[in-house]
Structure formats: C-alpha cells, structure tokens
C-alpha cells in the first residue's frame, strides 16, 4: 500500500512561516494529485491546498496568497510553504494522494491515500 507521511509541523508565532512536507512510499501512484487538508476538533476536515500532476494549483480562498503547493515527483514528495500564519491556521494538516488523478482535487472524498496529520499551532 501507499504510505504517506508528513513532517514540518510545530509551534509558530502569528505572522511566522512553517513549511510542511508529505513524502510518498510504497507502491507506484501513477500520475496522482496531491493535496493538503486540515482540520480542527469538532469540524470537519477542510480542503487547503492541491496539486495536479503537472503541477497545476487550487487553494482554498483562506489560504491563497500566503500558502503554496508545490511538489517533487522525483522524490515523491509534496510540500506546503505557510506564510503570514495567523491563528486561525492552526490545525492538524493532512496530506492526500489521488491515485491516477487528473486535475487538483478539492474535496477529500476524491483522495485515496491519507498520512497521520501533523500539528500546526500558531502563537498570538
């Protein structure tokens, strides 16, 4: 199976910037979307960031413009730069493959593959 596993998540102070990474392993994705999701204590899991295959991008209106995808399919790897952190941001962030995906995902019922989540916290 697919693992997925992120890293880069911690304490950050209001304004300050984490990068978050999701390396891949396992079995073959083919040319899959990825895409970041986050998600806090009594809401549901919300969609941030994803990427296509050949690298086209959607954000979620929250996040445009302070955080970027982007993503290195020599290393199987994914990546999210956070910018401008405010509050609001932290959450446990998530990371999701589409296996043989086209386009950039919004939705989490379209992703195949989850890592564990790691935990974002921001300072005010």
């Known amino acids: 199976q697919v693992q997925l596993v992120e890293s880069g998540g911690g304490l950050v102070e209001a304004g300050g910037s984490l990068r978050l990474s999701c390396a891949a392993s396992?079995?073959?994705?083919?040319?899959?979307?990825m895409g970041w999701f986050r998600q806090v204590p009594g809401k549901e899991r919300e969609f941030v960031a994803a990427i296509s295959w050949s690298g086209g991008s959607a954000y979620a209106d929250s996040v445009k413009g302070r955080f970027t995808i982007s993503r290195d399919n020599a290393k199987k790897t994914v990546y999210l730069q956070m910018n401008s952190l405010k509050p609001e941001d932290a959450a446990v962030y998530y990371c999701?493959?589409?296996?043989?995906?086209?386009?950039?995902?919004?939705?989490?019922?379209?992703?195949?593959?989850w890592g564990q989540g790691t935990q974002v916290t921001v300072s005010s």
């Open positions: 396992g079995r073959t994705l083919g040319r899959y979307a």
């Open positions: 999701a493959a589409e296996r043989d995906g086209w386009g950039a995902p919004t939705t989490h019922a379209r992703y195949d593959y």
